[in-house]
């Protein structure tokens, strides 16, 4: 797992596998992780297309986005990328 620091909170990438109909692809998820190092979030398979989520999630730290603005982040991703 890499993790990307924002003053607010630890953004950081890890990588898992996901399975479907189809059969199994790797996938990035994103864990939010608070100031002393505990983590207060886990999404699982948000992205796919790694090299742009990485730079998303170097926007989170950039930007100090809070957890509450999170959900609307990823709205923006998804809208973004897919």
Request: charged share 35%; aromatic share 14%; net charge negative.
């Given at each position: 797992m890499s993790l990307l620091r924002g003053?607010?909170?630890?953004?950081g990438i890890f990588y898992h596998s996901v399975?479907?109909?189809?059969?199994?692809?790797?996938?990035?998820?994103?864990?939010?992780?608070?100031e002393r190092g505990n983590e207060i979030r886990r999404i699982y398979d948000v992205?796919?297309?790694?090299?742009?989520?990485?730079?998303?999630?170097?926007?989170?730290?950039?930007?100090k986005v809070l957890p509450e603005h999170l959900d609307s982040m990823i709205e923006d991703y998804y809208s973004e990328h897919y």
């Amino acid at each position: 797992m890499s993790l990307l620091r924002g003053e607010f909170m630890d953004y950081g990438i890890f990588y898992h596998s996901v399975k479907d109909e189809d059969g199994e692809f790797l996938s990035a998820g994103l864990v939010v992780k608070d100031e002393r190092g505990n983590e207060i979030r886990r999404i699982y398979d948000v992205s796919t297309d790694f090299e742009a989520f990485e730079k998303f999630v170097c926007l989170l730290g950039d930007s100090k986005v809070l957890p509450e603005h999170l959900d609307s982040m990823i709205e923006d991703y998804y809208s973004e990328h897919y």
